[in-house]
């Protein structure tokens, strides 16, 4: 363990991971339909298998930090049973996913092996959600 904190500066983007069964599909949908009209994200494909380190069927919600203040404490509140994995996108992947990840809901297993340790951070992309209903802030 270092001496130094590290600065929140070295966060260029978050990812909320939304897991999914086949009888959850229906909450997920539901979830991305309030996540696309409060918040500018990215929203990331359907996943219906298994990808990279994730056990379980699963959609990407890419966000820069400014969302995260609200977006964050939403999922909180609105997650309706769906286990949520949010991350940092730091230069190291699977500290990311592994060590400074929260969990909201259920804790599921990661599969560290497959995420390397070292790589540029992810910038949360093109927003492509057109948010129509306010939100409060913090």
Known sequence: MTDAARNISEIASYHAHIYFEPETRAAAE?????????????????????????????????????????LVPFLMLNHAGLSILIHPNTDNPRRDHIIDAIWIGRRLHIHADVLPETGAPEDAGEINTQPTILQDTP
Do not use: C
């Not at 991305?32 to 699963?58: C, N, T, Y």
């Open 30 to 70: 539901r979830l991305r339909g309030f996540i696309g009209e409060r918040f500018p994200v990215r929203l990331g494909r359907w996943h219906d298998a298994k990808i990279g380190p994730h056990d379980q069927s699963m959609y990407q919600v890419a966000f820069n930090t400014d969302v995260a203040p609200s």
